[in-house]
């Protein structure tokens, strides 16, 4: 067997994406002890129960998103993100539940209000790598692909796939490496990245394959009309036009290494939990029986 992928993983959760899903998969019939819906709540502790027991993580740690428009890539492009509606009240509300909710489970958390969920897993993948540990991040954000290693893992719980570095490239037709050169070029609609006007997945692909980085292209521009693509001179002309832009969305596609998060791997080993705390949380949020006895079993309480 490969010892690199016998090393013992740590599973990062992009929290913010299962909140959201299960907003729209619950009904707003679902509320709390206040009267104040709690459907997302609901929803993402039913993903979270399943997360843990199919797993048994021994270390985990969820990334919520709570920088909004203060992360630093507004600052370096104020549209960033603007194509997203604004997140209704009723749903902000619920993020802060989750959070609690997680770490009376014993679950690691991390948020910070300049770096998005991305950045935070990012960063701590790089940690546990220097721990002799191996990164599985939990999400369908393809941006990730930029992160993984040999070892490592991107896992679409939703639909049950997960794929390690081979796939990335099956999936996009770039390496890993490349991955943040392919946003660059191609955009990234739902971060409004905006790329190169006119080039879109497959001719991004077809560039980086030749050139490798996106450096080495813009140096060879005079290059790419000989190619094998169709409009390869418009492409040329569009990329002399639009350098400023791709190095821009460069910047704004590069997941951060060196954001703040736990500093050793034991700070994301699962914890005792709080049993106290945890009976409130499920009673104020009238969750039934069996996902309440789901809950405290979790913290091994029966």
Not at 50 to 76: P, S, W, Y
């Amino acid at each position: 067997m490969d010892p690199i992928t016998q090393r013992p993983p740590v599973f990062l959760v992009d929290a913010s994406i299962y909140i959201f899903r299960a907003w729209y998969a619950f009904p707003d019939t679902l509320h709390d002890s206040e009267g104040m819906p709690g459907n997302a709540t609901y929803g993402f502790v039913l993903f979270l129960l399943n997360l843990l027991e199919e797993t048994h993580a021994g270390h985990i740690m969820l990334a919520f998103d709570v920088a909004l428009a203060g992360c630093f890539r507004n600052i370096l492009y104020p549209a960033y993100k603007a194509n997203r509606n604004p997140t209704p009240p009723d749903l902000l509300r619920q993020f802060d539940t989750c959070r609690s909710i997680t770490e009376t489970l014993g679950v690691a958390t991390v948020a910070h209000a300049s770096y998005e969920a991305d950045d935070l897993i990012g960063s701590t993948a790089n940690m546990v790598r220097s721990h002799g540990m191996r990164a599985v991040v939990v999400s369908t954000d393809k941006d990730f692909g930029q992160l993984l290693q040999p070892g490592d893992e991107q896992w679409d719980y939703a639909r049950g796939r997960r794929w390690g570095p081979e796939g990335v490239l099956e999936r996009l037709g770039v390496r890993c490496d490349q991955v943040i050169d392919f946003l660059a070029l191609a955009g990234d609609a739902a971060d409004n990245i905006p790329g190169v006007p006119g080039i879109g997945a497959k001719t991004s692909a077809a560039l980086l394959q030749h050139f490798d980085s996106l450096e080495n292209l813009l140096e060879h521009l005079d290059q790419i009309p000989s190619m094998p693509i169709r409009g390869a001179a418009g492409i040329a002309q569009r990329l002399h036009e639009h350098r400023a832009i791709a190095l821009l969305s460069q910047r704004l596609a590069t997941i951060v290494l060196d954001a703040p998060v736990p500093q050793h791997v034991d700070d994301l080993r699962r914890g005792p939990g709080n049993p106290q705390a945890l009976q409130h949380w499920c009673e104020y949020q009238r969750l039934g029986h069996g996902i309440r006895q789901r809950c405290m079993t979790q913290i091994g309480v029966r």
